[in-house]
């Protein structure tokens, strides 16, 4: 299987802390994005890095990328209440507009 | 705009019934998307399409068919429903691979008795 596996599975911190996830998958990939899934909803589009990049800043979101080891982080700085939600990473290969899914992190953040 | 839209969002089926999902995008996507959600699993891919006409296949597509007669619409069919296909299932769209971020709908909820 292609699918990258997340850790931890779950996470609960308190409001203001900051919360790190991440993303290991298996073969080479063209790049990496990260999403959202509040409970019960479709998942929403974070952010993305390249292959080439090592790492990106949206707002409060940071992510790296080390493609010698296959792996990628999510930080949320400043963690709000709101940003409970589980959060997945996703890589796509060079194989034509495949995208695979991790398994997805369960982010609690209690006020 | 509506963006991806799944229907029906519910559905109850017995063991070897058959169903189809539709998922509809007025975005002019070229790529689009089948995942099925299951606890623990993340998501799964299906089947995908490159383009109106085409289709192919993902990490889990036993059990199920799709087709992309037009360039809007992504049809999932479940031609003899088993228990192992209880599941969420969810619809994505994109522009192009260079135009990577997925567009979701908001899921269909499929039960097998």
């Known amino acids: 299987s292609q699918q990258g596996e997340e850790d931890p599975q779950a996470l609960s911190i308190q409001e203001g802390e900051n919360a790190t996830m991440n993303c290991s998958y298996k073969t080479s990939i063209n790049n990496l994005q990260w999403y959202r899934q509040n409970s019960g909803r479709g998942l929403v589009h974070l952010i993305l890095i390249r292959s080439n990049e090592r790492e990106k800043h949206s707002g409060r979101l940071r992510v790296t990328l080390d493609t010698s080891k296959k792996s990628s982080s999510l930080l949320i700085t400043a963690s709000r209440a709101a940003d409970t939600a589980s959060y997945f990473c996703a890589t796509a290969y060079n194989q034509g507009g495949k995208l695979i899914f991790g398994q997805g992190t369960e982010l609690s953040v209690k006020p | 705009n509506a963006g991806v839209t799944q229907t029906p969002k519910f559905r109850v089926l017995k063991t070897g019934q058959s169903m189809t999902l539709l998922c509809a995008q007025d975005m002019n996507h070229e790529y689009m998307y089948w995942y099925r959600q299951d606890p623990g699993m993340g998501l799964r891919l299906i089947h995908y399409?490159?383009?109106?006409?085409?289709?192919a296949k993902g990490e889990v597509p036993d059990g199920y068919n799709v087709s992309r007669l037009k360039k809007q619409n992504f049809l999932l069919g479940l031609e003899s429903a088993a228990p192992s296909q209880t599941s969420v299932y969810f619809c994505?769209?994109?522009?192009?691979?260079?135009?990577?971020?997925?567009?979701f709908g908001s899921g269909t909820q499929l039960s097998v008795l």
């Open positions: 399409s490159v383009g109106e006409g085409t289709t």
């Open positions: 994505a769209s994109r522009k192009t691979p260079n135009n990577e971020k997925l567009f």
